[in-house]
């Protein structure tokens, strides 16, 4: 009997199957067999099917049975689509199940029909990952792979779909992504990180382009490693076919059949191929985005480091006059826009040049960068802002800070550059190296003040008043602080 036919009597656990149920499912002995030896699984949920719920106990119950299921022997599990029916003899009662697969093995290749209904279908399937593929982004990745996978999985009526990675140098390989059908094992988690060594018959065909074995057990002794593997996993069929990134070899995408050997068709490899080309173009466009961000990211440092060198002060540290202009001028508006006070202090190290000649400039740009520390030290506001301002001079910008705030950090100053005790023979304070300070503290109405008078030039009002008090500290005997 051609068609794929289950039947049994009622009441018995005998089944027995026709003789296109023993080719389709690649059983020896179809003609009697145990009921319990066939399974059939919800081809939706994936999960087994209650014993109540079985094509056989709910058509022997008189349910006209008409519906999917993944029906899986010993030999061999396909999609399949399953109808009761009940015959009567004048001997007995039977029960009749009508198996028609919905793979590859129902698509007779002579039947033109078939054949471009298969195609129109699978070039729909192609489709609808494409579109996903395309505007994927590195978060959805793994899903819609997933997704892709048991597509064909479900298409082809194969048994387990997945996609396989290289490591950079091809010397491992991981299993990153699998789709299993009901009832067959996931191996996922066993095959991460293998030595491609392990399997060179393999690696030496995926390298051409293409892995395909009808029956594993045809795999010749060279071989002999992969064909071990295979069996220990029950599989009979396996076609890979190799996925390209940058013109290098990534991966590969894989399908195998459990149970019985199968003979891969043409358009089986066309379809695995084109399902390869796709993902592989989507993990170049992938790849391709990290490029471009990794150059931008890269761009964006370089010009961060590029507009810190125009900003920083090379010796110290510290902004220099640049920044210390273009933060002067913004603070100015933003003090008398916001009601705040804002306060400038000018800083000079006292006799410096006489401590240049006599202990060298080495020494003196050590003093200088010491001495840049202890101002930012003493400053300790957010928005303060500590500048070398020129040579040995140096500048503070103290934003919302009142005359009595500035007057009290002018002194921690003094105070704090004392307390490095950096010898100084021609200081006149107890032979130390000191620094004299003017300030300028405007309040935000004198500072309103300031601006509408000034506008543009209201930054160099602010630093002439502070220098001309700087000018009387140092007149005055250094180590002081004038306003």
Not at 3 to 24: M, N, P
Not at 190 to 208: G, R, V
Request: with cysteine.
């Amino acid at each position: 009997m051609p068609a794929s036919i289950l039947f049994k009597r009622i009441g018995s656990e005998e089944v027995h199957g026709s003789k296109g149920f023993e080719r389709t499912f690649g059983i020896l002995k179809a003609t009697c067999i145990k009921e319990n030896s066939i399974t059939f699984f919800d081809s939706q949920s994936k999960q087994k099917a209650e014993d109540n719920e079985s094509p056989f106990s709910r058509a022997e119950a008189g349910e006209p049975v008409s519906c999917q299921f993944r029906v899986q022997t010993e030999c061999r599990a396909m999609n399949c689509h399953i109808e009761s029916a009940l015959i009567n003899t004048s001997v007995d009662e039977w029960l009749v199940l009508y198996i028609t697969p919905n793979g590859n093995d129902f698509v007779d290749d002579n039947q033109e029909n078939s054949a471009v209904v298969k195609h129109i279908a699978f070039n729909q399937l192609l489709t609808n990952f494409s579109s996903k593929l395309i505007n994927a982004n590195v978060n959805e990745l793994d899903s819609i792979i997933d997704q892709a996978l048991a597509a064909y999985g479900e298409f082809s009526d194969v048994d387990r779909c997945y996609l396989f990675e290289f490591s950079e140098n091809i010397e491992y390989m991981s299993n990153t992504h699998e789709w299993v059908a009901a009832g067959v094992t996931p191996y996922i988690d066993d095959l991460q990180d293998m030595p491609t060594t392990s399997l060179p018959f393999f690696i030496s065909h995926i390298s051409n382009g293409l892995f395909k074995i009808d029956d594993v057990s045809t795999i010749p002794d060279v071989g002999s490693s992969e064909r071990e593997v295979f069996q220990e996993q029950r599989i009979c069929s396996i076609l890979c076919v190799r996925i390209m990134v940058d013109e290098t070899m990534y991966g590969f995408i894989g399908c195998d059949i459990i149970g019985s050997p199968y003979s891969w068709k043409a358009y089986d490899i066309e379809y695995l191929r084109r399902i390869g080309e796709m993902l592989g173009n989507t993990l170049q466009n992938i790849r391709n985005r990290k490029a471009l961000q990794k150059m931008q990211l890269e761009l964006l440092k370089a010009n961060k480091q590029l507009e810190q060198l125009a900003n920083i002060d090379g010796l110290t540290g510290i902004a220099n006059r640049r920044l210390f202009d273009s933060t002067l001028q913004r603070d100015i508006k933003r003090c008398q826009k916001q009601g705040l006070a804002l306060s400038l202090l000018l800083i000079d190290v006292d006799f410096f040049k006489q401590y240049n000649d006599h202990y060298g400039h080495v020494s003196g740009d050590k003093v200088l960068k010491k001495i840049a520390k202890t101002l930012s030290k003493s400053c300790l506001g957010n928005d303060d802002l500590v500048a070398r301002y020129g040579g040995e001079e140096f500048a503070v910008i103290l934003p919302g800070t009142d005359s009595d705030a500035v007057n009290a950090i002018a002194s921690r100053i003094l105070r704090n550059v004392m307390f490095l005790d950096i010898p100084h023979e021609y200081s006149t304070h107890n032979n130390k190296l000191t620094v004299s300070i003017g300030l300028i503290s405007q309040t935000n109405d004198s500072l309103k003040a300031v601006y509408k008078q000034h506008r543009a030039q209201s930054a160099s009002w602010l630093i002439s008043q502070a220098d001309e008090a700087l000018y009387r500290a140092k007149n005055e005997g250094r180590n002081l602080i004038k306003s």
